[in-house]
């Protein structure tokens, strides 16, 4: 991207921030906060290309405004840096606190959620009913006309705010799911970190099949969203202090204090620090995404009044402080890949040997649907979609049978045992224009989670699906460019093969709006659960699995 190009991106961004028609004046002194040093006259010039796009629009004297256009272009714009935003969006939250909890006055950091059906508001009370939430306290807007409501929940990054306004700062380090057993929370089973993402962690859980909040509150056993954060070991006590303080009138949701670099919910504390668990501020929606509501949520985007606010029910609170057994690390995706990536045989001229296979789970019942699904897909599209296939047993379930398909670890597996380092850097949505742009990346070495899993779970694909550009499943995988010759003449071979390979890189270029470090190039590959996306999307019923163990390729059928 172009130093222009960023100008006009950020000009979106100020313009987005402020919701309403601004004039260049302040947009100017918004751009010089943000390091561009741009005057009045730049800024008009700018605004009039950004009309000419189509992205703004003139509101008379008032200034300019975005467009739907604009702000599509500003989510795909900026995915190359997306990922870093991404956590300075919440440092940017945590500043803008200003809760003072001794008078109870001031702003608080707070998600926006939409909800269409009564019956779903029924159940998402009971939630906050149970304390498996942030706070009780909301703002409440129904459109009658509309048939919605529309809900503020106070986000636990209120606490981080509060604590940084009584000189102690925090880190946002994960979100993630928290297995409860008994009432208690026991472990972080998935993770995924602020950095490198362009999803909001938490988000990237608040999908249907992920928690299981219902659980928790009938049996006492289930999994909920949570975030982890650290804090300097100096600040635990005053802390803790605070924490009591808040709870009295209502914000809450702490579920762990770790000792001073003791290994909390299954997460290493490093040494001088300590690990704060909280519950994710959009639990109570999860319930009833858990039962099939439509619900829309959007996490930490706003700041409010705390005055504006009203607890919506009385709360018993049903969970007990975290257990002090030290869990087994929770290991993220590359940590567990590496050992298969490492065996990886497979010989480009005999076309034989292993590689990594997914396997996603279906009824037998679905099979021949499935097959025809699979081969229409491959059809209509083979330059992103692998073909390769192979029909398994399920270990326990024979109404169930196993699809596998090639795992894009697969191609770093090749390299490397040809003596090219080739390192999995981020997992993506990549949107199939005259340009193709990655529009999500999460990186690999930050997830405990294949991203490629997210992005079906939350039905961000549309592989099959006529509803505008494709989106489909990549991988972007980083490759010293000193090795680069080498490395192309054994990527076109797996590209002959039938492997999806989209697009080779060059140095210092931004790959499909992605961008990986100086002296590597960039290579772009298809995954091999674009298939079972596929399968979802027509109404399958699919187990979504990935990275799941070693195949011989030429044991894999090819449809």
């Not at 604009?70 to 840096?81: P, Q, S, V």
């Not at 804090?231 to 009138?249: A, D, M």
């Not at 999500?440 to 694909?461: C, E, Q, R, W």
């Amino acid at each position: 991207m172009s130093e222009s190009e960023h100008k006009i991106i950020e000009i979106l961004r100020i313009l987005n921030e402020q919701n309403k028609p601004t004039g260049s004046k302040l947009i100017a002194q918004e751009l010089k906060n943000k390091g561009f040093n741009l005057g009045e006259r730049a800024v008009r010039y700018h605004m009039q290309i950004l009309d000419e796009k189509g992205y703004t629009e003139r509101m008379g004297y008032s200034g300019r405004q975005i467009t739907e256009l604009g702000r599509k272009k500003l989510e795909k714009g900026l995915i190359y840096d997306q990922v870093d935003f991404i956590y300075s969006k919440f440092e940017e939250m945590i500043y803008l606190t200003n809760f003072n909890y001794i008078n109870q006055t001031g702003n608080v950091v707070v998600n926006t959620s939409t909800i269409y059906d009564e019956e779903a508001f029924n159940i998402i009370k009971d939630v906050f009913k149970s304390g498996l939430c942030v706070s009780p306290y909301i703002n409440l807007k129904a459109d009658t006309n509309k048939e919605e409501i529309q809900i503020k929940t106070i986000c636990g990054t209120t606490i981080d705010g509060i604590l940084l306004n009584e000189g102690i700062p925090t880190i946002p380090l994960y979100g993630g799911l928290v297995k409860i057993r008994d009432y208690i929370p026991t472990k972080f089973t998935e993770l995924i970190s602020y950095k490198k993402t362009s999803v909001t962690p938490l988000d990237a859980f608040v999908a249907p099949g992920m928690t299981s909040v219902l659980d928790v509150i009938n049996t006492g056993n289930g999994t909920i969203p949570a975030n982890f954060r650290l804090i300097p070991s100096v600040g635990r006590e005053r802390t803790i202090n605070i924490i009591n303080k808040l709870e009295k009138f209502g914000i809450g949701g702490v579920m762990a204090v770790s000792e001073e670099g003791k290994n909390t919910l299954g997460i290493p504390v490093p040494e001088g620090m300590v690990g704060r668990a909280i519950s994710g501020g959009v639990t109570p929606f999860c319930a009833a995404q858990e039962l099939g509501y439509d619900i829309d949520i959007k996490i930490a985007e706003e700041i409010e009044e705390f005055e504006t606010l009203s607890p919506i029910a009385d709360v018993k609170k049903i969970l007990k402080h975290a257990d002090n057994k030290v869990h087994a690390k929770t290991p993220f995706l590359l940590s567990k890949s590496w050992n298969l990536i490492q065996k990886v045989n497979f010989n480009v001229e005999t076309r034989k040997g292993d590689i990594i296979v997914n396997v996603s789970y279906i009824k037998k019942d679905n099979l021949e649907e499935a097959l025809d699904i699979m081969k229409e897909t491959y059809e209509s599209n083979p330059k992103y979609i692998n073909p390769y296939y192979q029909l398994v047993e399920h270990p326990t379930d024979y109404t169930k049978v196993g699809i596998a398909t090639i795992c894009s670890l697969s191609i770093d597996g090749l390299l490397i045992s040809n003596g090219i380092m080739s390192n999995p850097k981020y997992g993506g949505l990549l949107e199939l224009n005259e340009s193709p742009l990655f529009i999500d990346l999460i990186s690999y070495n930050g997830s405990s989670v294949d991203p490629h899993k997210i992005f079906i779970a939350k039905n961000m694909t549309s592989i099959t699906r006529n509803i505008g550009s494709n989106k489909i499943l990549a991988s972007l995988k980083e490759i010293p460019y000193i090795s680069r010759d080498y490395a192309v003449h054994l990527l076109n071979i797996l590209k002959n093969i039938g492997f999806s390979i989209y697009k080779i890189g060059k140095p210092r270029e931004l790959t499909y709006n992605a961008k990986v470090d100086n002296y590597n190039f960039g290579v772009v590959a298809g995954s091999g659960l674009n298939l079972i996306g596929a399968l979802k999307e027509k109404d399958i019923d699919v187990e979504v699995k990935a990275i799941a163990k070693l195949m011989k390729f030429e044991k894999m059928d090819r449809l």
